[in-house]
């Protein structure tokens, strides 16, 4: 990809940050701490606000352009769980509301997404139903000029610090395709409680937990597309989510990467530099490729998505490629880092961790591989 | 062959094989009745944007425009006619 000057600059402005975005990384990971004052940094920057209009306070950019800043974000920055909160917070809540909202609830809610003073999230995944989306228990019930919302939600990220939520709700047959619809409810909506964040191997300064809905009263107004149309407003969210989450992961690759170069030209081992081993290169190289092959896939993805073609089969592979690819690479990066791979100091260990949740958030590697399947006809 | 025979073909070849074509109601529901599951809708989606040069913007805006092989008929005839006036 070739980036003009004016890109060049928004991606830059987020690099500059990423010393002091890493800050205490360590510390903060061990505490599981959301970081408000690097999130109200990003907030400064416009980051949030990327791909929507200017007219609500966005950078009126597109899907590319904000790719490519993220790319630069996770590139900078060592805390991959405020890149996964920025990531979640632009694609849930402003996504969905920018392509299938009300121009209400455009003019109402779109200004807090891009300035990022209300903090989105969206509930999707139950206790009981993870990939199985069609199988969701939580419905909403028509009454009057409102829906009554009731269920449960788990693994909600940003939760515990989110203001807005883009729930999913069954208001049709079980397992038939119309059958959920999506809304927009605010945090402090009778019914709606937030549970305590869950503990979680990764992604640690990113909080996620459970969102209960007892009886929860929405206007109907805060319905976001049709009623039966939220599988599709789920798809569309779940191809921004993948682009703009698995970009970040790139730019924590490409970082890796270079960490790895340097220390394998610099670190001797029996009188050498380790990276004269075949058994350390060609770690090395298979790295490159993983971070090269899943920057293709997701910027060519993207391009074809933003020329308006269908995409389904190639976001399932371009997930595939750089969830898997971001978790190999990490786990190369351990074993050449070796012993001091293994401590929390360097931060190499806690780029395994992060890196696994990727094959389960936005749909498991075995989720992926069905859909491609089915694509085929198989 | 016309716009709904043709949909009807794909979606007895793919998602209903032991249907004869001409006995598939243009009017079922084929999202409540479990003929078409999610990823189905998507497939079905991408073949209908495909075969009848639709843009995904277009398509995907509900899934009520799938529900049936008349309603996809309509869709397709309501897409053309738009992109004729377009022009």
Same mark, same amino acid.
């Given at each position: 990809?070739?980036?003009? /000057? /004016?890109?060049?600059?928004?991606?830059?402005?987020?690099?500059?940050?990423?010393?002091?975005?890493?800050?205490?990384?360590?510390?903060?990971?061990?505490?599981?701490?959301?970081?408000?004052?690097?999130?109200? @940094?990003?907030?400064?920057?416009?980051?949030?606000?990327?791909?929507?209009?200017?007219?609500?306070?966005?950078? /009126?950019?597109?899907?590319?352009?904000?790719?490519?800043?993220?790319?630069?974000?996770?590139?900078?920055?060592?805390?991959?769980?405020?890149?996964?909160?920025?990531?979640?917070?632009?694609?849930?809540?402003?996504?969905?509301?920018?392509?299938?909202?009300?121009?209400?609830?455009?003019?109402?809610?779109?200004?807090?997404?891009?300035?990022?003073?209300?903090?989105?999230?969206?509930?999707?995944?139950?206790? /009981?139903?993870? $990939?199985? !989306?069609?199988?969701?228990?939580?419905?909403?019930? @028509?009454?009057?000029?409102?829906?009554?919302?009731?269920?449960?939600?788990?693994?909600? $990220? %940003?939760?515990?610090?989110?203001?807005?939520?883009?729930?999913?709700?069954?208001?049709?047959?079980?397992?038939?395709?119309?059958?959920?619809?999506?809304?927009?409810?605010?945090?402090?909506?009778?019914?709606?409680?937030?549970?305590?964040?869950?503990?979680?191997?990764?992604?640690?300064?990113?909080?996620?937990?459970?969102?209960?809905?007892?009886?929860?009263?929405?206007?109907?107004?805060?319905?976001?597309?049709?009623?039966?149309?939220?599988?599709?407003?789920?798809?569309?969210?779940?191809?921004?989510?993948?682009?703009?989450?698995? +970009?970040?992961?790139?730019?924590?690759?490409?970082?890796?990467?270079?960490?790895?170069?340097?220390?394998?030209?610099?670190?001797?081992?029996?009188?050498?530099?380790?990276?004269? #081993?075949?058994?350390?290169? %060609? @770690?090395?190289?298979?790295?490159?490729?993983?971070?090269?092959?899943?920057?293709?896939?997701?910027?060519?993805?993207?391009?074809?998505?933003?020329?308006?073609?269908?995409?389904?089969?190639?976001?399932?592979?371009?997930?595939?490629?750089?969830?898997?690819?971001?978790?190999?690479?990490?786990?190369?990066?351990?074993?050449?880092?070796?012993?001091?791979? #293994?401590?929390?100091?360097?931060?190499?260990?806690?780029?395994?961790?992060?890196?696994?949740?990727?094959?389960? #958030?936005?749909?498991?590697?075995?989720?992926?591989?069905?859909?491609?399947?089915?694509?085929?006809? +198989? | 062959?016309?716009?709904?025979?043709? +949909?009807?073909?794909?979606?007895?070849?793919?998602?209903?094989?032991?249907?004869?074509?001409?006995?598939?109601?243009?009017?079922?529901?084929?999202?409540?009745?479990?003929?078409?599951?999610?990823?189905?809708?998507?497939?079905?989606?991408?073949?209908?944007?495909?075969?009848?040069?639709?843009?995904?913007?277009?398509?995907? +805006?509900?899934?009520?425009?799938? @529900? $049936?092989?008349?309603? !996809?008929?309509?869709?397709?005839?309501?897409?053309?006619?738009?992109?004729?006036?377009?022009?």
């Amino acid at each position: 990809m070739r980036w003009n /000057d /004016d890109q060049q600059a928004l991606h830059d402005a987020i690099t500059e940050l990423g010393d002091l975005l890493s800050e205490n990384r360590a510390e903060r990971d061990a505490a599981a701490v959301f970081p408000r004052a690097n999130w109200d @940094r990003v907030r400064a920057t416009g980051l949030l606000g990327l791909p929507f209009p200017d007219r609500w306070g966005g950078l /009126d950019q597109d899907l590319l352009t904000t790719m490519y800043v993220l790319e630069g974000l996770g590139h900078s920055c060592r805390d991959s769980g405020l890149s996964f909160s920025v990531s979640t917070h632009m694609v849930s809540v402003g996504v969905p509301l920018l392509r299938f909202g009300s121009a209400a609830l455009k003019e109402r809610y779109l200004p807090k997404v891009c300035d990022g003073s209300a903090i989105g999230a969206h509930a999707i995944t139950e206790p /009981d139903n993870g $990939s199985d !989306i069609m199988g969701m228990r939580t419905t909403a019930v @028509r009454d009057g000029d409102e829906y009554v919302l009731t269920g449960g939600k788990t693994f909600v $990220s %940003n939760a515990p610090v989110a203001d807005l939520f883009v729930v999913y709700a069954r208001t049709g047959k079980a397992g038939s395709p119309n059958a959920i619809t999506a809304f927009l409810v605010e945090r402090d909506t009778p019914g709606l409680s937030v549970g305590t964040p869950i503990g979680k191997m990764g992604l640690r300064t990113s909080p996620f937990s459970e969102v209960s809905l007892d009886g929860c009263r929405v206007p109907a107004t805060n319905r976001i597309g049709g009623e039966g149309a939220g599988f599709l407003v789920l798809d569309h969210v779940m191809k921004w989510e993948i682009l703009c989450s698995f +970009i970040i992961n790139v730019g924590e690759m490409q970082h890796r990467l270079e960490r790895c170069v340097e220390y394998a030209t610099t670190r001797e081992q029996f009188g050498q530099p380790i990276g004269s #081993y075949q058994s350390v290169s %060609n @770690r090395i190289v298979d790295m490159k490729i993983a971070v090269e092959t899943s920057r293709k896939w997701l910027y060519d993805t993207a391009d074809k998505l933003q020329r308006g073609e269908n995409v389904t089969t190639d976001i399932a592979i371009a997930k595939l490629t750089a969830s898997e690819g971001n978790v190999s690479s990490a786990l190369a990066a351990v074993q050449i880092f070796g012993g001091y791979g #293994y401590t929390t100091e360097y931060g190499i260990e806690q780029g395994l961790r992060d890196a696994v949740g990727g094959t389960i #958030y936005s749909g498991t590697s075995d989720v992926q591989r069905q859909r491609i399947a089915r694509m085929l006809g +198989i | 062959m016309s716009t709904e025979v043709e +949909i009807k073909s794909f979606i007895v070849r793919n998602f209903a094989p032991d249907v004869p074509p001409d006995q598939l109601e243009p009017d079922l529901n084929l999202l409540d009745s479990g003929v078409v599951d999610s990823l189905g809708l998507l497939r079905l989606i991408a073949w209908v944007g495909e075969r009848f040069d639709i843009a995904v913007e277009e398509a995907d +805006i509900s899934p009520d425009n799938f @529900r $049936s092989v008349d309603a !996809i008929a309509a869709f397709v005839a309501d897409a053309r006619r738009n992109s004729e006036v377009a022009r």
